[in-house]
């Protein structure tokens, strides 16, 4: 599968922003519905962090203490896509976004783990700058 996030661009602090994780060629047989999504970014001179994870069907999430309540991950598996809505947007939020997928079994590892890590995840998307700043 090959992902490609989009949606970042220049928002003042207290916006909101969409970003897009769209996904296409799969192997044979396999749909979105076979992936966990995880979104993670990387901002100026930080480590690379885990923020948000969505389960195969969509029916579970899972979110960093940083974006909680702020940030919603989404997912329509019939249009191979995945959503992170970002609201209340802070500085501290300007970053590159990227979305990856995995297969790993999802009753092998807890929700805070697909989402902080980041070796679980074998499908990155190239990842959309965001902005955050007056």
């Known amino acids: 599968v090959q992902l490609q996030a989009s949606g970042g661009g220049l928002v003042q602090p207290g916006g909101s922003l969409t970003l897009s994780c769209a996904a296409s060629q799969f192997r044979s047989g396999y749909t979105l519905e076979d992936y966990g999504i995880g979104w993670f970014r990387q901002g100026p001179e930080k480590a690379r962090e885990g923020i948000a994870y969505?389960?195969?069907?969509?029916?579970?999430?899972h979110y960093s203490d940083s974006v909680k309540g702020r940030f919603t991950v989404s997912r329509d598996n019939a249009k191979s896509t995945v959503y992170l809505q970002m609201n209340g947007l802070k500085p501290e939020d300007t970053a590159v976004y990227s979305c990856a997928a995995t297969n790993a079994p999802p009753d092998a590892f807890t929700l805070p783990t697909l989402m902080r890590d980041s070796t679980l995840y074998d499908r990155w998307g190239q990842g959309t700058l965001v902005t955050v700043s007056s």
């Open positions: 969505i389960t195969r069907r969509g029916d579970n999430t």
